[in-house]
C-alpha cells in the first residue's frame, strides 16, 4: 500500500520540484556512462503485474488468459532490454505478521466487490458487471513470478521479511540503477539510484515518472526523520488509516489530502525535536494523537522500518537455534528454494510454522448453494502438510488464514496436519525428495498417494501422461473423488479439451476468441478448477518436482475456457466436435479422461 495518499499528493500538477518525466534510455545511458556496468532495474513483481496484466477489458473474470499474459510480460522484458536494461524481479512471500490487520481490511474490501459482481451477473445487469480488474485471475497472481523467471528468463527473488524493505535493501548493496513500482514507501527508503512509476511507464517511448526523496524533502521543508513520522501519520501498512482518521479532521473535515498533509508537516513541526525520535517523544506524540501512549510502539515500529533492514528483524526463525540438524538442513533448502522462485510461495512459510494464506477469488460469497474453495481443498492441503512436516512430529497443525466466507475472519483458523497411511513407504524424506537423483517414479508415488484420501490415481500412468496434462487430470479427480456433486462429466469434457487444445493456439487466435457475456456457473468452475491448479502446484513443490513443464499457460484459458463450455451445454457438443476434430487432441483427451475417470467402459 505505501503511504496512505501520498501518491495523490505527489502526482499533482505533474511536474514539480519532487516528480517528473523522464526517458528510461536516457537516464540507463547516463548510468551506464558514470559506473561502467550495466543498468538494472528492480520491478517490483507485486504492484508490476497489474500494471503489466492488461486489464481493458472485462475478459479476466473467465479466469485469465494466462498464455496471452506470458507474451505481455516477454513483451514488458523485451522493452527495457531494447534500450540495454536487464530486468529483475521481487515478489511478496511472507505476510509480516504487524501487517495482518492492513492484508485483513483489504480482502473485506475487496471481498464487497466481488459479492457485488456476482449480484449484476446473476440478474444479468451486464453493464454494471463489466467490472475493471480489481483483483488479479488467481492464475495470473499466483503464478507471474515463473512467468519471469522461466518464460522471461529474469532473476526472480521471493521475500522472506517486508519485501519493500528487501527490494530496496538489494538495490543499494548492488547499486541497482531502478527501482520500478507504484509504491509510496520507495521514496522513503534508501534503494536504487532512480524509483520510477509503473503506472505511469509509457513502453512505446519507454518514459514514464520518477519521483525525488530529496525534492520533497526541500518543498516540505522537512529533514529525512521528520518525513518518516510524517509516512506515520498518514497512515501506512504498520500505523492503520482507521487509528487516524480522528486526528485528519483536526486539518481537514472531509480528509482533503491537500490540507491533511500540509497540516501534519505543521504539526510535526510545532514539536521541534531534534535527530532521532526518543520513546519519550513518541510516547508523547501517541498521547497527542491517539489518546493513547501505547501507539508510541505502532509509531517506533512504522518510523524503524523506513531505516536501513537489519537481519534481525525479518521474522524468521534463526537456523542456528534449530536443535534438530536433519529438519535444519531441511529448512535451509527451502529457504533456497523459497528466495530463488523454485517452488510456490506459501511452502517455506508453513514449514516455518506461519500460517498458509488463501485471498479472495471470484466466487460467490453470499450463495449458500456453492461449496467456497478454500474448503474444497482443504483436506488436500492437509495432505500436502503432511508431506512437509513429516520429519517433524511434533507438528500436528498448521494456521490457516483463508478466506471462506462474506465475513473476514479475524482469527487464523488451526487444521490438522494429515500424514497418508503408511507415509514412510512413499516418503524417503524431504532431502531425497528434493534431490535431482531422486527416481521420478518416487515421487509421483507419493504425489499419487497424497492427492486423494481414498481411490488413487495411477502413479504410473501418471508418470507415463507427466507434465503439464497430470496436473488438470490430478485437479479433475480430487474434485470427482472428494467433492462429488461439484462437477458434470460435461464440466470434465470441457476442462480437458481446452487443456488439450491451448497449445495450439496463438495468442492472436485467443485474442480473436469473442464472448457475449459471462455466465457465474462457467465464472465459479473456471475459480474452481484454478484453486486446484495452484494447490496441486503446492503438492508438486512438496514432491520436489521442478514445475516449469507444470505451468497453467500450458493448459487453461479463460476465453477457450467460456467457449468450449458453450459449445458443451448449449451445442451439445460432441468430444470429437469439442476436440475440433483433431485426431491427436482426440487421443490425449481420451487418454486423460481414462486416468480422471477409469470406471466409464470406453469403445
Not at 522484458?77 to 521481487?90: K, L, N, P, Y
Not at 510535526?268 to 498521547?287: H, Q, S
Request: proline content about 4%; aromatic content about 10%; charged content about 25%.
Amino acid at each position: 500500500m505505501g503511504v496512505f495518499r501520498l501518491q495523490t499528493f505527489l502526482d499533482r500538477d505533474v511536474p514539480n520540484e519532487y516528480c517528473w518525466e523522464v526517458s528510461v534510455k536516457e537516464l540507463a545511458d547516463e548510468y551506464r556512462n558514470e559506473t561502467g556496468t550495466d543498468p538494472v532495474v528492480i520491478a517490483d513483481g507485486s504492484n508490476c503485474l497489474r500494471s503489466i496484466h492488461d486489464t481493458a477489458t472485462d475478459e479476466w473474470i473467465l479466469g485469465g488468459q494466462v498464455k496471452e499474459f506470458v507474451q505481455d510480460m516477454k513483451n514488458f522484458v523485451a522493452a527495457f532490454q531494447g534500450i540495454g536494461v536487464r530486468v529483475m524481479f521481487f515478489f511478496d512471500g511472507i505476510t509480516q505478521e504487524q501487517k495482518r490487520g492492513e492484508w485483513l481490511q483489504r480482502r473485506g474490501s475487496q471481498i464487497k466487490k466481488v459479492m457485488d459482481l456476482f449480484n449484476n451477473l446473476n440478474n444479468k445487469n451486464v453493464e454494471k458487471s463489466k467490472y475493471s480488474s480489481f483483483l488479479l485471475p488467481p492464475l495470473i497472481g499466483a503464478t507471474g513470478r515463473f512467468i519471469a523467471k522461466f518464460e522471461c528468463g529474469c532473476d526472480v527473488r521471493i521475500s522472506i521479511s517486508e519485501c519493500d524493505a528487501e527490494i530496496a535493501e538489494y538495490a543499494q548493496r548492488e547499486g541497482c540503477f531502478a527501482i520500478l513500482s507504484r509504491d509510496t514507501d520507495f521514496i522513503l527508503l534508501d534503494g536504487a539510484r532512480h524509483y520510477l512509476s509503473i503506472e505511469r511507464l509509457d513502453m512505446a517511448k519507454m518514459t514514464t515518472v520518477t519521483y525525488s526523496r530529496e525534492g520533497l524533502l526541500d518543498f516540505l521543508k522537512i529533514n529525512q526523520q521528520q518525513l518518516f513520522l510524517l509516512a506515520s501519520l498518514l497512515g501506512n501498512d504498520t500505523v492503520h488509516f482507521h487509528k487516524l482518521k480522528h486526528f485528519h479532521k483536526r486539518f481537514s473535515h472531509t480528509g482533503y489530502i491537500f490540507e491533511v498533509l500540509p497540516g501534519i508537516v505543521e504539526y510535526i513541526n510545532k514539536w521541534n525535536f531534534i535527530g532521532y525520535y526518543k520513546d519519550e517523544d513518541l510516547r508523547e506524540i501517541a498521547r497527542d494523537v491517539f489518546g493513547d501512549e501505547n501507539m508510541a510502539n505502532d509509531l517506533s515500529v512504522s518510523i524503524k522500518s523506513y531505516l536501513p533492514p537489519s537481519r534481525e528483524r525479518t521474522g524468521i526463525t534463526p537456523m542456528n537455534d534449530i536443535q534438530d540438524k536433519n529438519w535444519q538442513q531441511i529448512l535451509e533448502l527451502a529457504r533456497e528454494k523459497h528466495c530463488f522462485s523454485q517452488a510456490v510461495p506459501s511452502m517455506y512459510p508453513v514449514m516455518l510454522g506461519k500460517a498458509y494464506e488463501l485471498s479472495i477469488s471470484l466466487e460467490n460469497y453470499g450463495s449458500s448453494d456453492t461449496v467456497p474453495t478454500a474448503k474444497i481443498y482443504q483436506p488436500l492441503r492437509q495432505r500436502i502438510y503432511g508431506v512437509l512436516l513429516h520429519e517433524k512430529p511434533t507438528a500436528t497443525t498448521v494456521k490457516e488464514w483463508c478466506i471462506d466466507s462474506k465475513t473476514i475472519p479475524t482469527e487464523p483458523t488451526e487444521v490438522s496436519v494429515m500424514r497418508i497411511c503408511n507415509i514412510e513407504r512413499f516418503h524417503p524424506g524431504l532431502i531425497k525428495l528434493w534431490d535431482e537423483t531422486c527416481e521420478p517414479y518416487c515421487r509421483w508415488h507419493l504425489f499419487a498417494q497424497s492427492l486423494t484420501e481414498e481411490k488413487k490415481l495411477d502413479a504410473k500412468m501418471l508418470e507415463r501422461l507427466g507434465l503439464p496434462y497430470a496436473v488438470p487430470v490430478a485437479v479433475l479427480f480430487y474434485l470427482l473423488n472428494e467433492c462429488t456433486e461439484v462437477l458434470t462429466e460435461v464440466d470434465v469434457d470441457v476442462i480437458l479439451a481446452q487443456a488439450v487444445l491451448v497449445r495450439l493456439y496463438t495468442c492472436d487466435n485467443l485474442k480473436d476468441i469473442r464472448y457475449q457475456h459471462a455466465e457465474p456457473t462457467v465464472i465459479h468452475l473456471s475459480t474452481i478448477f484454478n484453486r486446484g491448479v495452484t494447490t496441486v502446484l503446492f503438492l508438486l513443490s512438496a514432491c520436489g518436482f521442478e514445475l516449469k513443464e507444470a505451468m497453467p499457460w500450458l493448459y487453461f484459458d479463460g476465453k477457450l475456457f467460456q467457449q468450449k463450455y458453450n459449445e458443451a451445454k448449449r451445442k451439445r457438443a460432441t468430444q470429437e466436435k469439442l476436440c475440433e476434430d483433431k485426431k491427436e487432441v482426440l487421443l490425449k483427451f481420451r487418454e486423460m479422461k481414462r486416468l480422471v475417470l477409469p470406471q466409464i467402459s470406453w469403445r
